[in-house]
């Protein structure tokens, strides 16, 4: 397949009215279909059918994720373990703390555009590099590094919270969605960002 190329995707589990999280960054019933189906996902998640069908060749292939510092410390990174792909670039202007799981695949930069480029050369052809959504996925969006939009829509409506698209406060056009599939407690959507001629 030549046409494989790399794509870095901003992608997360986000409320119909554009919300990956409330103001304290607690996610409610937003992941409750990683455990409502008989699939396995992974060791953690169990989804219906159509959603791990969709699911697991996305996620194999991602081979780096980029995240926020924020995502990192409510995570304590994974435990030095990538949740998706074989490595990790977070934008921090703090480093790597001092001890912590110093053989993980972890890659400390200062700001967005050095993280795609980052984690563009750590994925290689052929894989995908992933960015969560957010204050730091919104930044690279309008810098316009993001080739596809990915969004998991859980039917709640927050009303408030962090946003899908972090701080973009300017219109961007997206193609009509080419991934539009139907799960248990979830819509699953991707598009392609419009390019400007």
Request: charge should be negative; proline fraction near 6%.
């Amino acid at each position: 397949m030549g046409d494989v190329v790399t794509s870095v995707i901003m992608h997360n589990v986000v409320s119909v009215d554009g919300f990956i999280a409330d103001a304290d960054d607690q996610v409610g019933p937003l992941f409750d279909w990683y455990g409502n189906g008989d699939t396995p996902l992974n060791e953690y998640a169990r989804v219906s059918k159509v959603s791990a069908d969709y699911l697991k060749p996305t996620l194999a292939r991602i081979g780096t994720l980029v995240v926020g510092r924020h995502v990192f410390d409510m995570t304590n990174g994974w435990e030095g373990t990538p949740p998706a792909g074989e490595h990790l670039v977070v934008v921090s202007h703090r480093p790597r703390p001092e001890g912590w799981h110093p053989d993980a695949p972890f890659h400390f930069v200062d700001g967005v555009e050095e993280a795609v480029a980052k984690a563009r050369e750590l994925t290689g052809e052929d894989r995908d590099v992933g960015v969560a959504a957010g204050d730091v996925g919104g930044q690279a969006f309008a810098l316009g590094l993001i080739d596809e939009v990915a969004m998991d829509v859980v039917p709640v409506v927050f009303g408030s919270g962090k946003r899908y698209f972090g701080a973009v406060d300017a219109q961007h056009l997206l193609e009509d969605p080419h991934t539009v599939i139907q799960g248990d407690r979830v819509l699953h959507l991707r598009y392609r960002v419009r390019r400007q001629p």
